[in-house]
């Protein structure tokens, strides 16, 4: 079985031709494209058909993650960080085969579900319960939150816009950034500080510095001061939301950390305040030290998710 694939986010969108068959689908070829320089989703699938050929020739459907909510009768996504939407009854007729439209991070965790140990970065062994409820979480451009329940052909996925509950400060110093941020914004959310954007703005309000996010990344992982200090911030205000989401979900199957700032700051994640602000759960402290927790160093969980999500009636 044919499909196509893609993770469309608001920074980059990675698409592909995918044959399935294994538990993880074979890619025949991706693309990885800016969402920048397209003006909708249409304009990107075109680009993409023009350059997988003959790869095309086969496909039996098609599934599209896109960073957003999807609505309930999952015909129609808006896209939270683009001015994007997307119908499926349009791209259907574009594209030539049935599609479906999934939340990104519902194909992330799909996702999660066909990564290799190689792909898994042990961060808290915990006490893993196999029947147990996994958690997907991940900072990009966004924060992504989706839920997994059982495995295999019985995998249910609660996809959720839980990144954009309100942030909630643990000390003074994030009490100062949740400050400035109500003043800019009027209602601070989780993704307003646990995100790209959100590691620009620590920065920003620590540093007095206004910067790209990634130029930040970059020079905290060559061990310049005043960047490490905004990324020590970042992952500690991470790791309270992570166990704050691990609690309300009773993840006792495991939390997967996931999403491109997560996966381009990994060597810094181990020695920095994540867990301790994960496990800062007062009387639930010692039941949030029992949630396994593990990076997922694969950038292409989302594109595997969205082609294993391709082949299913429902999520």
């Known amino acids: 079985m044919r499909v196509l694939a893609g993770d469309l986010g608001g920074t980059k969108a990675l698409l592909g031709i995918a044959e399935l068959g294994g538990e993880r689908p074979e890619f025949l070829l991706t693309r990885r494209l800016a969402s920048a320089d397209f003006s909708d989703v249409a304009a990107l699938l075109a680009r993409f058909r023009a350059e997988a050929g003959d790869a095309m020739d086969g496909i039996t459907s098609a599934c599209l993650a896109v960073a957003g909510p999807v609505a309930a009768d999952g015909r129609r996504a808006r896209f939270t960080n683009l001015p994007w939407q997307a119908d499926v009854a349009a791209l259907s007729v574009q594209l030539g ?63 959720s816009e ?4 309100g942030f909630a400060p643990m000390d003074e110093a994030q009490a100062r950034i949740w400050r400035v941020l109500v003043a800019e914004h009027g209602r601070v959310t989780a993704e307003r500080v646990i995100s790209g954007p959100g590691l620009a703005a620590i920065h920003r309000i620590l540093s007095g510095a206004d910067e790209t996010p990634e130029a930040i990344g970059a020079r905290a992982l060559e061990g310049e001061f005043a960047a490490r200090v905004s990324v020590d911030m970042f992952f500690a205000c991470y790791g309270a939301f992570a166990g704050d989401m691990a609690l309300t979900f009773m993840a006792r199957g495991g939390v997967f950390l996931a999403g491109g700032v997560t996966q381009k700051l990994l060597p810094l994640l181990p020695g920095s305040g994540f867990l301790a ?12 030290r029992t949630f396994p927790v593990r990076a997922v160093a694969d950038p292409e969980a989302g594109l595997v998710g969205a082609a294993l999500l391709a082949r299913q009636q429902g999520i």
């Open 277 to 288: 602000a994960f496990n800062a759960k007062v009387e639930h402290a010692e039941l949030a």
């Open 162 to 165: 839980g990144g954009h509950v």
């Open 97 to 159: 085969v049935p599609l479906r439209l999934v939340n990104d991070f519902a194909a992330v965790a799909a996702g999660v579900t066909a990564a290799s140990l190689a792909h898994l970065v042990t961060l808290q062994a915990g006490e893993p319960e196999p029947e147990g409820v996994r958690l997907a979480i991940g900072a990009g451009t966004g924060l992504g939150v989706a839920a997994m329940l059982g495995a295999g052909a019985e995998l249910r996925i609660l996809p």
